[in-house]
Nanobody, 113 residues
């Protein structure tokens, strides 16, 4: 089992920045891919960024968001800069592991224009 707890969401003005953090615990040694997804009201959940040995970003966030991991702390962070109103969504941490895939509970990010 893997437990994921997100933090760092909130309300920010357009052009501002937020940093999301995902703290993982449990059997994370079997996990080989971590990432962030988001879901806006009325829309499907979509990939934002993933990290394995390399990183991958959705086109809509390239150049603005940065995903990073700290193996010592078992955290995966998402630095979000130059936020836009269309970034408003619930952001979910995601871990892909050998036994199963895991999701955090989500953290709300609201960008006001």
């Amino acid at each position: 089992q893997v437990q994921l707890v997100e933090s760092g969401g909130g309300l920010v003005q357009a052009g501002g920045s937020l940093r999301l953090s995902c703290a993982a615990s449990g059997s994370i040694f079997s996990c080989n891919l971590m990432g962030w997804y988001r879901q806006a009201p009325g829309k499907q959940r979509e990939l934002v960024a993933i990290i394995t040995g390399s990183t991958k970003y959705a086109d809509s966030v390239k150049g603005r968001f940065t995903i990073s991991r700290d193996n010592a702390k078992n955290t995966v962070d998402l630095q979000m800069n130059s936020l836009k109103s269309e970034d408003t969504a619930v952001y979910y941490c995601y871990y892909q592991c050998i036994s199963a895939n895991y999701w955090g509970q989500g953290t709300q990010v609201t960008v006001s224009s």
